[in-house]
């Protein structure tokens, strides 16, 4: 991620300034604002969601008139974290699940191309034979059946194509 998902105003109106400072946080991956050394002039603490690879959003809180107690700072910044690493997770999960969805729909395709390509094979060479037979002299009438039955596979291959593509 290079910038926060979204920031959302619950209870905690964020002006500019503070996202801005809800952006530090995100971006440098450290808590800032108030009660912090960094950009301690800001209204609100923020507290980065920090998962193992990235972080997740930011969690803005609003301590009121005095800044928060050493432990509570501490306990808040380990709930930030623990939402940091289930948001990771999460998204993970995600990611996994849309990747074995994406390879099931290549095996499938891949599955589907190699059933058509021998379901036409079979007919373009019948049909082969029989313009090869016919140039040569064999009377035509046999290899009519032949053919027939050629054709009427093709199109039974094509009509499987088209509806799968309307199916899709």
Do not use: C, Y
């Amino acid at each position: 991620f290079s910038k926060p998902l979204e920031i959302q105003d619950l209870d905690l109106p964020l002006d500019a300034k503070e996202r801005g400072v809800a952006h530090w946080a995100f971006e440098k991956k450290q808590p800032a604002g108030r009660g912090t050394g960094t950009l301690a002039e800001a209204k609100a603490l923020h507290l980065p969601l920090q998962g193992r690879s990235f972080a997740m959003g930011v969690l803005s809180i609003d301590p009121g008139k005095n800044p928060l107690p050493l432990a509570e700072r501490d306990l808040l910044a380990a709930i930030a974290a623990q939402l940091g690493l289930g948001l990771e997770r999460n998204h993970l999960l995600h990611a996994i699940h849309r990747a074995e969805f994406l390879e099931r729909g290549d095996q499938l395709r891949r599955s589907l191309l190699d059933h058509v390509s021998h379901e036409l094979r079979t007919p373009v060479s019948v049909l082969g034979s029989a313009m090869d037979a016919l140039e040569s002299g064999v009377p035509s009438t046999s290899l009519i059946p032949e053919m027939r039955g050629a054709q009427k596979r093709l199109r039974r291959v094509v009509d499987q194509l088209v509806e799968s593509t309307r199916i899709e």
